[in-house]
């Protein structure tokens, strides 16, 4: 069993295979490093790290319509 322990300001971040498997026109995968990266640059604010993930997609794959869902539910620890 792995268990962690979270402390008040920890943010934790479910998605799903949509978001890192999003591709850009020559075919890479958006991937975690990608995510990680705008979550770790984020006011750890629900919605500012799932827009800039959103607008982060849509340059990535160049507006290409989504091949799969977007989803992301973001938990704040108080």
Request: with cysteine.
């Amino acid at each position: 069993d792995i268990v962690e322990t979270l402390h008040p300001g920890d943010v934790v971040v479910f998605y799903t295979d949509g978001i890192i498997e999003s591709r850009s026109p020559s075919g890479e995968l958006f991937g975690v490093e990608r995510l990680d990266g705008i979550v770790s640059d984020c006011n750890p604010d629900a919605e500012t790290i799932i827009r800039r993930t959103l607008l982060s997609i849509e340059d990535f794959t160049n507006d290409a319509p989504p091949a799969d869902d977007l989803t992301m539910l973001i938990a704040k620890v108080s």
